[in-house]
């Protein structure tokens, strides 16, 4: 049975309160829309988000941020779907008969039809907070455009290349049970109680069944955390079947990893980092800290740029079977 988490009357009264602001599902109920460069633009003026809609009310203006966010995300993990033919694949797997609450404790992560039979397959793991499946960064959606602020280029990428797809979702921890209109308590979902145990139990259920002999595991910030949960779960799996670990802005430190797993992280993995250096420039003083190779991925917004060039980076890890990349 799913563990109930402890919710204070002062979380429940905030919760509700933004439950009775009325917004809109949809991105263009909110008078916007993502135009043919994928920028988000107002639909009658074609400017850009105004987040101050309300000039003297910051909880309305950050209620309604957020209530957009839910919209794109919604709209991205669509376009997952219906773009790029990917499987909505609902988890937990399992049916638990002693749950009453079973229908409401669900999540879902996305893979390629042909993930269990492709020859190299692509994990994609993003960072902590509010993005979900498909997304690395909100706010760069939201002030830029979709192909910096998604993985979008890295599917089209995996895709050219045939090979097989696996997109995480490991924010998605818990869900609100409401009662007449209230919530009344929230719900873990069953396998993803943690960013750490959802990554855990993919790569159980699928990952281990798919008949890839080299995956490439990719990871934005916390997910990074999140791969060494990995490699110290499945340590001879993982260190068999991995041919490289493409991290941006990873936030784990070499602490995190595994002691019987630091020298093959430390020659298989590459954490592409912010910093003044131009784009892929070794950064040889950061390995101490991170516990494998470091690159420049640029200026601290300029980060997202990186992701607009799968293969002239991580992706060629895979790609071309080596293990540094050209600087």
């Known amino acids: 049975m799913a563990r109930i988490a402890k919710v204070t009357q002062e979380n429940l009264e905030m919760i509700q309160t933004e439950i009775k602001n009325e917004f809109p599902k949809s991105i263009e109920g909110f008078g916007y829309h993502f135009n043919e460069e994928g920028q988000l633009r107002d639909i009658k003026t074609n400017e ?28 991205i993990e669509n376009e997952l779907v219906e773009k790029y033919s990917l499987k909505r694949q609902i988890i937990p797997l399992e049916s638990d008969d002693d749950h009453e609450e079973e229908e409401t404790l669900k999540s879902r992560i996305y893979l390629s039809e042909d993930f269990l039979e492709c020859q190299n397959l692509l994990l994609i793991i993003q960072g902590s907070g509010v993005v979900r499946p498909g997304q690395w960064a909100r706010r760069v959606i939201i002030n830029d455009c979709l192909e910096l602020g998604t993985m979008y280029p890295y599917i089209r990428k995996a895709q050219e290349l045939n090979w097989g797809i696996i997109v995480f979702n490991p924010n998605e921890n818990y869900v609100a049970i409401t009662k007449d209109g209230e919530v009344i308590k929230r719900a873990y979902v069953r396998g993803s109680e943690s960013p750490q145990k959802h990554c855990i139990y993919v790569w159980n259920n699928f990952v281990t069944k798919a008949k890839a002999e080299k995956i490439l595991v990719m990871g934005y910030s916390f997910g990074g955390i999140n791969v060494t949960s990995l490699l110290d779960e499945f340590a001879h799996e993982f260190k068999s ?42 950064i040889p003083q950061a390995k101490k800290y991170y516990g494998c190779r470091c690159y420049s991925a640029g200026k601290i917004y300029f980060l997202f740029f990186f992701f607009l060039r799968p293969s002239d980076h991580s992706i060629n890890l ?9 600087t």
């Open 241 to 282: 079947r991995v041919a490289g670990v493409a991290l941006a802005d990873s936030v784990h430190s070499i602490s995190m990893i595994p002691s019987h797993s630091r020298i093959w992280f430390e020659k298989n993995a590459i954490n592409w980092i912010k910093s003044e250096l131009p784009l892929s420039m070794k």
């Open 318 to 326: 895979l790609r071309t079977h080596e293990r540094t990349p050209e």
């Open 48 to 75: 850009r988000f105004e987040f101050y809609a309300k000039p003297d009310d910051t909880s309305y203006n950050q209620t309604r941020y957020e209530r957009l966010g839910e919209a794109i995300g919604e709209y």
